[in-house]
């Protein structure tokens, strides 16, 4: 599938990837995980780009998990390094091209190094709005989830909110995952059928796409295919088949005002 034939209009606001199969990649050849990795890393630099290019407003990627640390050291080791390389060689690019840097998960877990390099770029392209690239480091949904209920449980204790108003809506203000909108596209790569703690709540309605492609050798092109199969299905949200042809047309007949507020979200929604 070439970039031309996608679909402008109906491009997925939010592509989340999963990063799987360096390890495997490598093995392959007989060469060390580690190099399977750093082959990793140039894969994240072409899809940065094509979901740049494309026009895609936020690409979050799962680059090491909360549960990654307990990886043998020289690997963790190798994975900082090669998050600070990546971010100090394409600190230059992503200025450039309007992108909005930010990272996810429990960052006090990160080695100064990286979070020198880091926290300057998040800082210096906080107002890029062409696309926000969100890195998952030392990140697991489940934390994430128990650290806006603890936010939660916090103001309740101190009588500042009644347990009573707390909703999705609420819990999900304070999820950091979520504030550039709900992943509407899901990438697996390396061929496994899990979500193995990535974004447990945004994942709530993502179209979900598994390749057995191994990630160093994901190509833009990868990205184009996931995308044009994210665009050849219908996004229901729980309602039948039939309430989506009827709100898609109301959309298009410009007459959602006429629909009641939760509904005008799902129509919103229904692309
Ligand atoms: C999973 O492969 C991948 C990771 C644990 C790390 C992902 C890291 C990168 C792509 C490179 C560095 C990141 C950036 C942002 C520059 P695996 O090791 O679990 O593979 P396996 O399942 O084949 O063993």
Redesign the pocket.
Known sequence: MSETLIEAKNLPRHVAI??????????QRALA?TE???R??D???RVVRAARRLGVEALT?????EQ?WA?PRI?VQL?MS??R???VS?RGEILDNGIRLRAIGDLARLPPEVRMVLDPLANDSAENGDMTLT?A?SYGGREEIADAARDLARAVAAGQLDPEAITPELLQSRIASVAVGEPDLLIRT?G?LRISNFLLWGAAYSELHFTKK???DFEAEDLYQAIGAYQSRERRFGLTGAQVKVLRSAQNDNESSMAPRAVQGLVQGVR
Do not use: K, Q
């Open positions: 999963i990063m799987d199969g360096n390890g495997r990649w490598a093995e995980r399977g990795h750093r990793g890393s894969a994240v630099r990627l799962f680059a090491f998990s990654n990886r690997e994975l090669l998050l390389e990546f971010l394409e890195l480091l390396g496994e191994l990630w160093p």
